[in-house]
């Protein structure tokens, strides 16, 4: 079974511009959620979904917005890039919504300049 | 081997050797940890999750064990190899974020042959 899968890996844009990210889920998990890692720090909650509905927010400005499809896999879009969005983005499926192994994509590279 | 009591961000062992990496957590109503390992490049890979009705859980090579009264959490691994050579993350659930992983400060472990 494939695993969880992110696209793009990479990805440069310039500041002011809008980025699209995208994350396909494993197989039979409803749960989707974004976070932001910035070099040499932990990874920061920015989104979580399950069945398609917001169940949690970080503390990000409204530039960042996400959504969920049916078939569970999601996008997460960043409007009015500023240099300090560059950071490693990376997508978490699990099965359920509430305390469940969360297993993670190998990420999307941001790069603001 | 090492054996280390507050969190350190390196750790330096031979080959073969025990380590243990220590993480301590924020929230005390958190009922869910998982240790996460992450290679340069990739994103974090799942190793072993505890829940907060157990002190002890061990998986192939590793061990996690969860001190409630301190709010501490670490983790062993055993027969340390080159290969275990990465950054490791603790992350705890913290329902006031609608199931959001919050993450500790990360240990880079070093193994040297």
């Known amino acids: 079974d494939a695993g969880v899968t992110q696209s793009p890996t990479h990805l440069i844009k310039t500041r002011g511009q809008q980025v699209t990210l995208r994350c396909s889920p494993i197989?039979?998990?409803?749960?989707v959620s974004w976070y932001q890692q910035v070099l040499g720090q932990g990874p920061q909650f920015i989104f979580q979904y399950y069945e398609k509905e917001e169940r949690g927010r970080g503390n990000f400005p409204d530039r960042f917005s996400a959504r969920q499809f049916p078939n569970y896999s999601s996008e997460l879009n960043v409007n009015a890039l500023l240099l300090g969005d560059s950071a490693l983005y990376l997508c978490a499926s699990s099965f359920g919504g509430t305390g469940t192994e969360a297993f993670f994509g190998q990420g999307t590279r941001l790069t603001v300049v | 081997g090492e054996s280390v009591g507050l969190h350190l961000p390196t750790l330096s062992v031979q080959e073969g050797d025990n380590s243990i990496i220590n993480c301590a957590y924020s929230n005390s109503a958190s009922d869910y940890f998982i240790w996460y390992k992450q290679e340069s490049g990739k994103g974090p890979q799942f190793i072993i999750d505890i829940r907060s009705n157990m002190d002890k859980r061990q998986g192939q090579r590793v061990t996690v064990l969860l001190n409630k009264t301190v709010k501490h959490l670490s983790l062993q691994i055993a027969a340390t190899q080159p290969g275990d050579s990465a950054v490791y993350f603790c992350?705890?659930?913290?329902?006031?974020?609608?199931?959001?992983?919050?993450f500790g400060k990360g240990t880079t472990l070093s193994v040297s042959s």
């Open positions: 197989s039979g998990h409803k749960s």
């Open positions: 992350a705890e659930i913290s329902n006031q974020a609608g199931t959001a992983l919050i």
